[in-house]
């Protein structure tokens, strides 16, 4: 089926309808879009299929995708449930409060959330997978090689050897600077997440 | 001042808009076009009618509104939009203050010489 010109302004119109409600949560996103696409074949559906006129009277009376977009209540889906709450509370801590499942839990949490896109959602996730997690267990393993001997603890024995004992001088500049980003990452992510909750920009609290 | 007064009367537009349509809902459900052409009819209500759909969002969001899918005799299925409880409330208050505010402000512009 060949698309006529009428096919082809809807079409545009809708895509850049689909455009101005960038900032929308996904599932709103489509909802919307998908009732404006339904407005248009309803009354469309009293016109001939390639009523290019007719077409253009329609999404002329409809209005500018930008007025539309603008109309969806700023405050909207956005808002901070205790979803996003408890994610973002348990994508840094939670794997060290239940090891591995407690961050598990705040990833599926961060996905099912309507609050963020997809964009959000890879960042929270994979910076970095388990949270804190991560440094604290190379903090604790440092300390506790850290004597390069004086052992305190027996049961972790086996695990000394995949670490390299610090120079002597203590931990290198570097592995300060390792552990300073594993820490401050995952906190920079989860800000970033919080701040996009407060959307929109234009209404700073 | 002419530009102030387009301002004020686009605010008033917008804040009874949503009476409007908790209205058109007081005695039967409507699916979203209807509803929307039943807006856009009367003169200087809507200026664009895919505003509306924002607005019905809005209502559904506030519990003040509730939509159903049915099946419609052509084409996919519609969604209807029917009066809640607190819709039925919300429109009965508006209505009385509304009809308070008119008669004021009628009292004063409306007055015959």
């Given amino acids: ?205 | 001042m002419v530009a102030q007064q387009d301002a004020l009367i686009t605010q008033m537009r917008r804040g009874t808009l949503q009476y409007c349509v908790l209205a058109l809902l007081a005695d039967e459900e409507r699916y979203g076009f209807d509803l929307v052409r039943g807006l856009a009819e009367m003169d200087g209500m809507v200026t664009s009618e895919g505003t509306i759909y924002p607005l019905l969002s809005r209502l559904r969001r506030d519990g003040l509104v509730e939509s159903n899918w049915q099946e419609s005799p052509s084409g996919p299925p519609r969604r209807y939009y029917r009066l809640t409880d607190s819709g039925r409330a919300a429109l009965d208050a508006f209505r009385l203050e509304w009809r308070r505010f008119r008669d004021a402000v009628d009292n004063f512009v409306e007055r015959k010489a």
Avoid at chain 1, 53 to 62: Q, S, W
Avoid at chain 1, 98 to 120: E, F, H, R
């Fill in chain 1, 1 to 205: 089926m060949v698309a006529s010109n009428a096919d082809k302004l809807v079409a545009e119109y809708l895509k850049a309808l689909d455009s101005e409600l960038r900032g929308l949560p996904r599932s709103r996103r489509g909802e919307l879009t998908q009732e404006i696409s339904e407005h248009i074949a309803e009354a469309r559906s009293g016109l001939e299929a390639d009523d290019e006129a007719g077409v253009r009277e329609i999404l002329e009376r409809l209005g500018p995708p930008a007025e539309i977009a603008s109309a969806e209540d700023p405050a909207g889906p956005a808002r901070a449930g205790w979803t996003e709450v408890v994610a973002l509370i348990l994508l840094p801590i939670g794997g060290i409060i239940v090891p591995i499942v407690g961050w598990v839990v705040g990833a599926v949490l961060l996905w099912v959330s309507d609050a963020w896109s997809t964009k959000d959602k890879l960042i929270g996730t994979l910076l970095f997978p388990g949270g804190l997690l991560i440094p604290l267990a190379l903090l604790f393993l440092a300390e506790e090689s850290g004597g390069c001997g004086s052992v305190v603890n027996p049961q972790l024995q086996p695990q000394q050897g995949a670490l390299s004992c610090p120079p002597a001088d203590g931990v290198g500049a570097w592995e300060i600077l390792v552990m300073a980003a594993l820490v401050i990452v995952p906190l920079m992510a989860i800000a970033y997440l919080a701040q996009r909750l407060m959307r929109p920009p234009a209404a700073p609290a």
